[in-house]
């Protein structure tokens, strides 16, 4: 037995054992009841619904006009037309039941896999409260967060200085710290969006200083992987009086720092359009074509490892990696201390490749998924778009992105909601092995042991 098959406690072991037998049974329900519909061909039809619909999305999004139009149409019909061939056919009750059986089948296996994953927890140390912490605010950020929930005040009722942006005259985030730290500020800290907090962090490593977060931006990533209340950004200023450290990686681009990702390819792309603010929908839907058949956007080549990465349509580099491969990072990372980046790189040159990508998802043959300690992006073009922590900058080629491990104090409440479970993708040779008793899985290390 391996070392993380000791870490499992044995009634998870059997759980998970149960769960995996409870997905093959629901599997050979479906079966059942594809033999007991007598038509498999009629049956089949869903899976070709769903292939058809991913080679309409893909004319929808690649061409204009009528390609566009026909694609969007048969995007839309074909998953329709199988419904109503179900119904018309009487095999409706046949296919709700394989339905429902396949998704509880996923479900069960899913479960099965999260209770083998035995939590081997990420080192915390408890820590006195700062004297002098000093506090960024983002008065916009998130929609007006920072006036919402009272932060200024709050902060400042529990001894901290707080530095509002005057986002007006182009605040330097970075240059707010050093001062800060000049004037001798003992933690830093940001409640803003993701560009903002990587800025400050810099500081906060460059002086051996902790850091904390409030989640007060549009979208948290960075607070939500470190496990904090994206719902109430005050809850996170429990970090000031009752908080314990942990040590976590800086993504670093070019020189410039970041806690999340680093996008290359279309989506860099379509950011630095003037209009994409104001009009994202419509500003992606006239990129896109140019953008996915090669006639506009800087060629790119990407080193990883030994590996190259030919002309990906986006390349998404993470701060170590996320549980399922998502190009727009929209998923979560299980842990932020592995000392890794994630890359995810996307190429879908045809109707084929679209199919296959809603059909098999991740696994498709257009996704490739690596880790890496430094991931290498050249181009045929003197200046490349690239979207760091989701801004818009122009970078000369080559670029590099590294990950600095363990670098970050990090600063969070000792209590706090933890990071959601994102479920591993299924692998059912490892399902049918773990029914049998003959495998296990990696330790998750995500959950933290908090220590004196």
């Not at 998870?12 to 079966?31: H, I, M, P, T």
């Not at 058809?52 to 998953?79: D, N, Q, S, T, Y």
């Not at 580099?317 to 491969?325: D, H, R, T």
């Amino acid at each position: 037995m391996r070392a993380n098959d000791e870490a499992v406690p044995d009634g998870s072991r059997f759980e998970a054992q149960n769960l995996a037998r409870l997905a093959l049974l629901c599997l050979a329900g479906v079966v059942a009841a594809v033999v007991a519909a007598g038509h498999w061909l009629l049956l089949l039809l869903g899976l070709v619904g769903i292939a058809v619909a991913g080679a309409g999305l893909w004319w929808a999004v690649a061409h204009r006009g009528i390609a566009r139009a026909c694609g969007a149409l048969l995007a839309l019909a074909a998953p329709i037309a199988v419904l109503v061939l179900y119904a018309v056919s009487g095999l409706w009750p046949y296919a709700a039941v394989a339905l429902g059986l396949w998704a509880a089948a996923l479900a069960s296996a899913r479960s099965a896999l999260r209770r083998l994953r035995a939590p081997r927890g990420r080192r915390s140390r408890s820590v006195r409260p700062p004297r002098r912490p000093v506090l960024i605010m983002n008065p916009r950020s998130g929609g007006g967060k920072v006036g919402e929930h009272g932060l200024v005040e709050r902060a400042e009722a529990l001894g901290a200085k707080v530095i509002l942006l005057d986002l007006d005259n182009d605040p330097d985030p970075a240059a707010l710290a050093r001062q800060a730290v000049a004037e001798g500020a003992d933690l830093l800290g940001v409640a803003g969006g993701d560009g903002t907090q990587a800025l400050v962090a810099a500081v906060a490593v460059e002086h051996g200083l902790p850091f904390m977060v409030l989640s007060a931006g549009t979208r948290n990533h960075f607070a939500m992987d470190l496990g904090l209340d994206r719902d109430d950004p005050a809850a996170g200023l429990d970090a000031l009086t009752h908080g314990v450290e942990i040590r976590v990686d800086l993504g670093d681009v070019a020189g410039r720092p970041f806690v999340n990702t680093v996008s290359f390819g279309t989506y860099a792309e379509i950011v630095q359009s003037p209009e994409y603010r104001d009009a994202k929908a419509a500003t992606a839907l006239e990129r896109l074509p140019d953008l996915l058949g090669g006639a506009a956007g800087a060629r790119l080549t990407a080193r990883v490892e030994d590996q190259q990465l030919e002309e990906p349509q986006a390349l998404l580099v993470s701060n170590n990696p996320y549980a399922l491969a998502d190009p727009l990072g929209a998923g979560r990372r299980p842990r932020l201390d592995g000392g890794e980046l994630g890359v995810v790189a996307i190429r879908i040159a045809s109707a084929a490749q679209a199919a296959e990508l809603a059909l098999r998802g991740e696994k498709a043959s257009g996704i490739t998924t690596l880790t890496s300690r430094r991931v290498t992006v050249e181009a045929d073009a003197e200046s490349i778009p690239v979207a760091v922590d989701g801004e818009a900058l122009m970078l000369p080629p080559p670029v590099v992105c590294t990950v600095r491990p363990g670098v970050l104090r990090m600063r969070v409440p000792r209590h706090r909601p933890g990071a959601p479970y994102t479920a591993p993708s299924v692998d059912w040779r490892r399902v049918v092995r773990l029914a049998l008793g003959r495998t296990s899985l990696p330790t998750d290390e995500n959950q933290e042991q908090s220590h004196a």
